[in-house]
């Protein structure tokens, strides 16, 4: 079964930056399969944030990241990238990527595999 990993979470203060990664510790190719980005504060349900679909694919993002986050692929280092700026403290929450079929999707159950998720604090 397929493993993903985040990383790249941290503290940062209000207005900054943080770059996360997902990667997989099994064999698989990630440019196969879309791979979502989702976060949960706590108390709250699980949001969806970003997706990319698989190869040369489609973007797609939540309004609420919109202009703010990116998502990218690097296929040499099987690594997806969830680039994020003018980060506010409401951006908090523990940050998974997710692994899903060909198409994005913005719902959670769409994607069959998670990694164990990365916490990202913004400080007001």
């Known amino acids: 079964q397929a493993q993903l990993v985040e990383s790249g979470g941290g503290l940062v203060h209000n207005g900054g930056s943080l770059t996360l990664s997902c990667t997989t510790r099994s064999g698989i190719f990630l440019d196969n399969y879309a791979i979502g980005w989702f976060r949960q504060a706590p108390g709250k349900k699980r949001e969806y944030i970003s997706c990319t679909s698989s190869g040369a694919g489609n973007t797609h993002y939540a309004d609420s990241v919109l202009g703010r986050f990116t998502i990218s692929r690097d296929v040499a280092k099987n690594t997806v990238y969830l680039h994020m700026s003018s980060l506010k403290p409401e951006d908090t929450a523990v940050y998974y990527c997710?692994?899903?079929?060909?198409?994005?999707?913005?719902?959670?159950?769409?994607?069959?595999?998670w990694g164990q998720g990365t916490q990202v604090t913004i400080s007001s």
């Open positions: 997710a692994l899903g079929y060909s198409q994005c999707s913005i719902y959670p159950d769409r994607f069959g595999t």
